[in-house]
């Protein structure tokens, strides 16, 4: 039982660096971690989405990435016309 425990938790800690993905006491740290940043970021990415559907831009998660990935003041500039329309709804 005890091995198959951390058989699980060591496949769940595949790609981390150093001791992390090897050594149980230091993966089973990294995994707790790894998902408490899973789930905080699911819920981010879910306001992020409905606050640009608020602002009215609708371009969609593949463009947004290419724009990232290529042009990041564009990108930097949707972001900060996103905050903009943030900040005039909530005024409203």
């Not at 938790?9 to 993966?27: D, E, F, Q």
């Not at 981010?44 to 724009?67: C, P, T, W």
């Not at 500039?77 to 943030?86: A, G, I, Q, T």
Request: overall charge positive; proline content about 1%; hydrophobic content about 35%.
């Amino acid at each position: 039982m005890s091995w198959a425990k951390h058989k699980k938790i060591l496949a769940m800690a595949k790609g981390y660096r150093g001791r992390a993905n090897s050594c149980y006491r230091t993966a089973i740290n990294r995994v707790e971690k790894g998902l408490q940043y899973q789930y905080r970021d699911r819920k981010q990415k879910k306001r992020l989405y409905g606050k640009m559907n608020g602002s009215g831009i609708e371009l969609n998660r593949k463009v947004l990435a290419d724009i990232a990935a290529t042009e990041p003041f564009s990108f930097k500039s949707v972001l900060e016309v996103v905050k903009h329309m943030e900040g005039i709804t909530k005024a409203l």
